[in-house]
């Protein structure tokens, strides 16, 4: 069973489309430090576990 969708919000277009850009602009801005501890975290777990053979390949 699904759930019921919400309702539209009622705002008008240029509003929804600030928001959204606000809510990119976050992400954009958070993305690289993100990125980066993930990437930071995977090669810790790789260095303590071995290397696995099918990640060949990535930078």
Do not use: T, Y
Request: charged content about 40%; overall charge negative.
């Amino acid at each position: 069973m699904e759930p019921a969708l919400e309702n539209e919000p009622n705002l008008p277009g240029d509003e929804i489309a600030r928001i959204l850009d606000s809510a990119e602009d976050i992400v954009n801005e958070i993305a690289p430090e993100v990125l980066a501890e993930v990437r930071a975290s995977e090669e810790a777990r790789e260095k303590k576990q071995g290397k696995k053979w099918w990640r060949f390949g990535r930078s």
